[in-house]
């Protein structure tokens, strides 16, 4: 007897392998067509057979329930996106055109579509503000007056005059700012000759 040498072992047995790949891979591609023909045959009728028929035209509706919910859903909110955008141009226009007339400080709503109404809100509070303020400088008297009681006095400082008569004009300016100007007196005497 001669032993099979290990050359031709490996021959053989790749041989053998590759031969029986080859026929799984036939017998798998008659047996999937075989079976893809019967179950054309058979769909009609499968759920039936499986008793799911009833379950399957229930899914069926509620998929579909579903499914319209969801497009007028986005149908909705599109309508009222698009509604939004337009209220926040309208406003962003006139808040803008008043902000421009009465001198509003910081009434810029951004470039993208919509205003939040939150912010609107705040905006349109810090303006009331501003306005307010605006009115109560406009009407209080010693606000409109410190400028020109400084220049005065800056003029009183300046004009080389004696020390007593500067600090006593000064005084008398100030006063008109609601300042008090205390100085001692023993400070603006001069020494006698």
């Given amino acids: 007897m001669k032993p099979i040498r290990k050359d031709e072992l490996e021959f ?12 799984q891979r036939s017998v798998d591609t008659e047996i999937t067509q075989e079976a893809q023909t019967l179950a054309d045959k058979k769909k009609d009728n499968f759920v039936k057979e499986c008793g799911l028929h009833k379950e399957l035209e229930a899914l069926k509706k509620e998929h579909k329930a579903y499914e319209d919910f969801v497009n007028n859903k986005a149908v909705m909110e599109n309508k009222l996106k698009n509604a939004w955008e337009k209220a926040s141009e309208q406003f962003k226009a006139k808040a803008q055109r008043l902000s421009k007339a009465r001198s509003w400080e910081d009434m810029y709503f951004g470039d993208n579509g919509t205003v939040h109404p939150d912010t609107v809100e705040t905006k349109l509070n810090d303006a009331c503000y501003q306005e307010a303020k605006n009115h109560v400088k406009k ?8 400028d020109k009681v400084r220049k005065r006095c800056r ?3 300046h004009t080389g005059a004696h020390i007593n008569s500067v600090v006593s004009s000064l005084k008398k300016e100030m006063s008109k700012a609601e300042i008090v100007l205390e100085v001692p007196q023993t400070l603006l005497e001069l020494p006698s000759k």
Wanted: charged residues 20%; without cysteine; hydrophobic residues 35%.
């Fill in 12 to 23: 053989w047995n790749n041989f053998t392998n590759d031969e029986f790949y080859e026929k």
């Fill in 139 to 146: 009407n209080h008297k010693v606000y409109n007056s410190l």
């Fill in 155 to 157: 003029m009183i400082i």
